[in-house]
């Protein structure tokens, strides 16, 4: 059987490492806490200047189930394009024109279900981005 004995100077350096990792992580947990506090006050005085002046003139806010959904899928599609991103291999003009071509599916749905107006304005954008897809496209290979 035998013994790992570990002299003082192992042991301090092996701590460091770790306290080092430690406090690295803590570090970013923070700055991603202090990103969205900031985000939130900005889009608190956002909504206090142009929409509470305005709320009783304006569309009504009604609370629908859906918003936490669409929230969840949200959240969901932004975790999936980061994980992607991390990976050292995936082309950023890849990943980027698949998150980008969800706007096809969104106006569809648009026109099919909600029966949206405006369709020319909103497929003048959609032939832009389609072009500018396009063109990341030739610029992969």
Known sequence: MEKHIFNESELVSR??????KYTKKVRQVKQNKSYITRECLLMLVVMITLWYPKREKTTRFTWRSSIILVSVFLTIAD?????????????????????????LVSFAGGVLFFHEKNLKGKAIDLILIIVAMF??????K
């Open 79 to 103: 975790f999936v394009y980061f994980y992607a991103l991390t990976d050292p291999d995936a082309m950023i003009s890849i990943v980027s024109m698949v998150r980008r071509s969800s706007v």
């Open 15 to 20: 701590l460091e490492v770790e306290l080092e």
């Open 135 to 140: 063109f990341l496209y030739l610029g992969t």
